[in-house]
């Protein structure tokens, strides 16, 4: 899978957890989003998003966002 920078917008996250469950279920197989490697947390209506350490920005959760909180980039090779 390629690497992504992505860009996170706490203010379009609803807490649905879908790319917490996309990741969890790429990862460990299962649903469970304490296994993911993005972690989303709602409090009343604000959320905040962090990515764990073991995260390696496939994109995953990007791909399973249906309100744009999270997008993606590739990142571009640089020659040196």
């Known amino acids: 899978m390629g690497k992504y920078t992505i860009q996170v917008y706490t203010e379009r996250c609803t807490g649905c957890l879908r790319c917490e469950l996309a990741c969890s279920d790429l990862y460990t197989k299962t649903f469970n989003p304490s296994k993911a490697r993005i972690q989303v947390t709602a409090t009343g209506l604000d959320c905040m998003i ?10 995953v959760c990007v791909d399973h966002c249906f309100y744009d909180a999270l997008q993606k980039e590739e990142k571009v090779a640089v020659n040196e």
């Open 50 to 59: 962090r990515f764990t350490g073991e995260c390696n920005y496939c994109g």
